[in-house]
T-cell receptor
Framework: ELKVEQNPLFLSMQEGKNYTIYCNYS?????LYWYRQDPGKSLESLFV?????AVKQEGRLMASLDTKARLSTLHITAAVHDLSATYFC???????????FGKGTRLHILP | NAGVMQNPRHLVRRRGQEARLRCSPM?????VYWYRQLPEEGLKFMVY????????ESGMPKERFSAEFPKEGPSILRIQQVVRGDSAAYFC???????????FGPGTRLTVL
């Protein structure tokens, strides 16, 4: 059974700092998605990672995928308050095509 | 707006009533997924449908919950005889191909009194 673990689950950081959110998964996958959710809102697609070594960047966010280590990272550079949200990774299993979401990382950026 | 549409956005029901949640996928998408999100938690997969077919319902509770995606019209998630524990946000997503990138609707927030 595919398990997806995100850590940390909660992160409070100051503006201007860098930090990384980790997404580990337990079975073979070649597709991983990162989403952002603001309180009371829906999920917004951030990144689609489809191959080992994939790296994508959008503004202050950069996501990478290491399929051998079964690990994806979401790196935040010089955080700003607007990035405060909950970030989810979602992994598609190559075994049964099921998609499983992590519990989410609540990011709170202090001005 | 060609995005995923859900209605109603908010739904209040008393215990024992029925709840019907509707989802219209993005234009051109024929794959629909339903998720449930409890407060402060991640999304739990419920069911995956294509037109007139349930592909995977492994996340659906065995009783009171059903889903359909008819040939014409929106996908419907139906909850019979609601209980307080059904209170949650229900999100629908659609994709162009199976288990491809999913685009989410705004969600229906169900409150059971």
């Amino acid at each position: 059974e595919l398990k997806v673990e995100q850590n940390p689950l909660f992160l409070s950081m100051q503006e201007g700092k860098n930090y990384t959110i980790y997404c580990n998964y337990s079975t073979t996958s070649d597709r991983l998605y990162w989403y952002r959710q603001d309180p009371g809102k829906s999920l917004e697609s951030l990144f689609v990672l489809l191959s080992n070594g994939a790296v994508k960047q959008e503004g202050r966010l950069m996501a990478s995928l290491d399929t051998k280590a079964r690990l994806s990272t979401l790196h935040i550079t010089a955080a700003v308050h607007d990035l405060s949200a909950t970030y989810f990774c979602a992994v598609v299993s190559m075994v049964d095509d099921k998609i499983i979401f992590g519990k989410g990382t609540r990011l709170h950026i202090l001005p | 707006n060609a995005g995923v549409m859900q209605n109603p956005r908010h739904l209040v029901r008393r215990r024992g009533q029925e709840a019907r949640l509707r989802c219209s996928p993005m234009k051109g998408h024929s794959h629909v997924y339903w998720y449930r999100q409890l407060p402060e938690e991640g999304l739990k997969f419920m069911v995956y449908l294509q037109k007139e077919n349930i592909i995977d319902e492994s996340g659906m509770p065995k009783e009171r919950f059903s889903a359909e995606f008819p040939k014409e019209g929106p996908s419907i998630l139906r909850i019979q005889q609601v209980v307080r524990g059904d209170s949650a946000a229900y999100f629908c997503a659609s994709s162009l191909r199976d288990y491809n990138e999913q685009f989410f609707g705004p969600g229906t927030r169900l409150t059971v009194l």
